[in-house]
């Protein structure tokens, strides 16, 4: 019974914490101040065989995105420039939104060849994923942004993009890669993320490109905490803590609980917090977009107005 009520004690614990966790932990630490698990790293000796497949597929996202860009513009409005640049420059981040189009492709060995296919379903980031982040950072490094951004504005097609960027911009193409080795190992397969997962991976690449370090939990994970702690109170980790006792078969209430629905129970309630938290944060950045727009709306008009008297004045 001691043993219980510990244990709910805790879960209880948890219950109130974690909905703070979830959205604002310290970037790098996870639950109860532990590191998060370390990210894959990335197979250097790889990168030389699918350069090219990666700078054609950065230009593939690149004029995908411009076109994304130019469908949320209204009439007679055009693409900022800028942003076209800033793309490019997360465009290798996988931790950034733009750099997420990395997590769909898969390396597939073809012979003595490694091609990249696009599942176009994200995974997790493997050591796949970071080698191909590795790959697109190198390739960026040769290119110039400035001159691709332009030739992306100007709408040029993506055959000619392929050729500045991956030609001539950078040898990504220009030279062959050698044969892949045949006792080269196999990467990890390609796995997809469960909707659920994916929006869970999206969110917290906006919240890291908002500046909001954090990290959220599933049911899953919860139920894996639950059960640690569960094994600690087993191994007398905790001071036990006295409670009334309930009689055998009953509770206070005249209810019978059993510790898993209790800890469900608890799980399940956090779970529904943390998303409820996490559609809070959404709507406020989004409030706060529109207010920056609103804003930059009035100033634009009234240094028109001021152009405009100035105008007046000097005739």
């Known amino acids: 019974m001691q043993r219980h009520s510990t244990l709910l004690l805790l879960a209880c614990s948890i219950a109130l ?7 604002a932990m310290m970037p790098g630490m996870g639950m109860g101040g532990m590191p998060e698990e370390p990210k894959a790293a990335a197979v250097v000796s790889d990168v030389k065989y699918i350069k090219c497949g990666v700078c054609e597929a950065l230009v593939k996202q690149a004029t995908r995105k411009v076109k994304a860009l130019r469908k949320e513009l209204k009439p007679g409005q055009q693409v900022d420039e800028s942003a076209i640049i800033e793309n490019l420059e997360l465009a290798c981040n996988t931790a950034k939104p733009d750099g997420q189009w990395i997590t769909h492709y898969d390396m597939v060995e073809d012979g003595d060849k490694i091609k990249l296919v696009d599942t176009q379903q994200p995974s997790k980031c493997n050591t796949e994923c970071a080698t191909i982040a590795r790959a697109c950072s190198q390739v960026a490094d040769s290119l110039d942004l400035s001159d691709l951004s332009e030739a992306l504005y100007s709408g040029k097609s993506r055959s000619a993009i392929t050729q500045l960027a991956c030609y001539q911009m950078s040898n990504a193409c220009r030279v062959k ?8 190992a196999p990467g990890p397969a390609h796995t997809p993320m469960s909707a659920g997962e994916a929006e869970r991976e999206q969110m917290m690449a906006r919240m890291k490109a908002a500046g909001m370090g954090g990290q959220m939990y ?4 919860l139920m894996q905490q639950m059960q640690g702690l569960q094994q600690q109170a087993d191994d007398g980790e905790f001071a036990e803590v006295p409670m009334t006792e309930v009689p055998s078969g009953g509770s206070a209430g005249g209810r019978s609980e059993a510790p898993g629905s209790v800890a469900d129970a608890v799980v399940e309630s956090v779970v529904k917090a943390g998303e409820v938290v996490s559609d809070a944060v959404a709507q406020a950045k989004g409030a ?3 207010a920056v727009g609103k804003a ?3 100033l634009q008009d ?5 152009s405009a008297m100035g105008q007046e004045a000097e005739l």
């Open 218 to 221: 599933n049911r899953e994970d």
């Open 302 to 306: 009234r240094l028109k107005s001021f």
């Open 17 to 23: 914490q974690l909905p703070l966790i979830a959205v």
């Open 177 to 184: 890669p050698p044969p892949v080795p045949k006792d080269r």
């Open 288 to 290: 706060a977009i529109a």
């Open 296 to 298: 930059g709306s009035f």
